[in-house]
């Protein structure tokens, strides 16, 4: 028989072809969305007979409670010992933190001196280095590559005001995978639009980077 999923950080197989994930643990809640048949899911909280499911890898799958019986254990989170005896568990909720396949690693930024306006720059580089690390249990569901964007804002102001302006920009890359593994250093460059004053400080005020 099937050993349904009951604990916390195990993977999760969609044993049904059509699966309702709901908001809330019962039958009596709104359904936020559909699990095809085969799709790997990441158990993250457990109530009675419901569990709350994640998608580890950010492909934009629904997330929500559904009835552990329509669920196959994939992978464990833990490895027991069937021959010892195990006391009885809380029923309270437990939390895992979510894993993240895909990381910023590093992030390194820098502005280039101006050689025509002393003590200004004349642009600046951001240098992400993103890393990617899927767990091995999906390799038969990867690609071969990965399209990966990041976007960033940074702050900057100039030798003749006191007031800082802000400037977005993104950059897009494709890491080639290797069972699973990929890194690659992406840079975003800044010219400051049309600022035509001396850049005279700048700093990153955000960076996102996400799976395509």
């Not at 890194?183 to 460059?189: Q, R």
């Amino acid at each position: 028989m099937p050993i349904h999923a009951q604990e916390i950080g195990d993977l999760a197989n969609i044993d049904t072809e059509l699966l309702n994930v709901r908001s809330g643990p019962g039958a009596d809640t709104a359904v936020v969305g559909r699990v095809s048949q085969g799709t790997l899911m990441l158990v993250v909280e457990r109530q009675g007979d419901w569990v709350k499911l994640s998608d580890p890898l950010r492909r934009g799958l629904a997330e929500g409670w559904v009835n552990s019986r329509f669920l196959t254990v994939s992978a464990t989170g833990e490895q027991t010992d069937p021959q010892r005896p195990t006391a009885p568990t809380a029923q309270a909720p437990r939390y895992v933190p979510r894993p993240d396949p895909f990381q910023i690693a590093d992030a390194d930024f820098e502005c280039n001196e101006s050689y025509l306006n002393e003590g200004g720059f004349d642009e600046c580089e951001l240098k992400v280095q993103i890393e990617v690390n899927i767990p091995s249990i999906f390799e038969p569901y990867l690609k071969d590559y990965v399209d990966v964007t990041c976007e960033a804002e940074i702050s900057y102001r100039t030798g003749d005001s006191y007031f800082e302006q802000s400037e977005r920009e993104s950059e897009s890359t494709s890491l080639y995978l290797y069972s699973g593994v990929a890194s690659e250093t992406l840079k975003i460059e800044f010219d400051f639009g049309y600022t035509f004053e001396p850049v005279v400080s700048a700093k990153v005020e955000s960076l996102e980077c996400r799976p395509e």
